[in-house]
């Protein structure tokens, strides 16, 4: 039976995710049969697969309800020779502000789509992967330490963070590597509903920007190369070991001096 070679991108309608498939079809992953992108938007999925060299399916899917994966989990099966070659796991959102003061649901709604959902698509795809095969898990620098005011997203990408590198451990003496790539903010709807604008704009000039394409490249280059953490910026680097040395109490008084 023929192998038939894809990568499934979940978040693919835009920002980093669209830029990720984009790269795709231009062969930073290598021969490709399909792109699987997976987002809420049919509409945006529609004008992607146009704009691709590379047949594009289309799932127009919310991945904070379960019968998305069941419906993902059937597409699978039914693909004669199916090869799930990369598995990008970059579907999100966050928002900034006090725990207590969030709009109901939104907490949990977030826990699903950052920290559920790769754990069930992961499950998922394991069985249609191959020796070679790579998983890429979008995490965030604000997996390197609890961040008040953006308590649940943080702690989520902690989650992905910690899922992905012993996913990584468990895998790799079959040749099935995980990635974490660690970004910070970069100039996408991310930041348009972000809840508390005034912490939102704090964090972000603390940090600063990164250009998507720059990030997906980066990833991508990781994920093949089979490196389990990818932090593309050198500030985070350091940021990422000081946060390892210092004390929690110590790193948090420091990072909200510099953010006033």
Known sequence: MRTHTVALVTGASSGLGREIVRQLDAGA????????????????LEALARACATPVRA??????????????????????????????????????GDFALAPRGDNARMV??????????????????????RILNVASVAAFMPQPQLTVYSACKRF???????LDAELASVDIRSCAVCPKFMRTAFLDHAGDAGAANRMAALTGFEPADEVARAALRAARAGKPVCIPSLDMRLFYVAAKLLPYRAALAVEQALMR
């Open 112 to 133: 699903r789509l950052l920290a559920l959902a790769p754990v069930e698509l992961t499950y998922r795809a394991l069985g249609h992967m191959r020796p070679g095969s």
């Open 29 to 44: 992953f290598g021969a490709l049969d399909e792109i699987w992108a997976v987002a809420r938007s049919a509409d945006k």
């Open 160 to 166: 992905v963070l910690d899922f992905s590198r012993a």
């Open 59 to 96: 799932f127009a899917l919310d991945l904070t309800d379960p019968a998305s994966f069941d419906a993902l989990e059937s597409a699978f099966d039914e693909a004669p020779g199916l090869n799930v070659a990369l598995l990008v796991n970059n579907a999100g959102f966050g928002a900034f």
